[in-house]
């Protein structure tokens, strides 16, 4: 599965989005991330994990909304293909 999470802070790194989700996701391994940048405004990446699709929405519920890098996530799951 895979976790989408919307209106980064221009800058973030790989590293500090892994670190993010492993704070809140310990259980989760993030398997990769796919960078979204569009206009700048908003960049967006999809990480996908290995483990537990209950594991993976309480991560999604924990992010979404959340400030972090003064900027309010938005987060959804998405089925890998």
Do not use: H
């Amino acid at each position: 599965m895979k976790l989408w999470i919307a209106n980064l802070a221009p800058g973030t790194t790989d590293d500090e989005i892994k670190a993010l989700v492993k704070k809140y996701g310990s259980q989760l391994e993030c398997i990769g991330i796919q960078r979204v940048d569009g206009d700048g405004s908003r960049p967006a990446a999809a990480l996908e994990f290995s483990g537990s699709s209950v594991a993976l929405g309480n991560l999604n519920l924990r992010l979404n909304g959340m400030y972090w890098k003064g900027r309010p996530l938005t987060c959804s799951l998405a089925i890998a293909p």
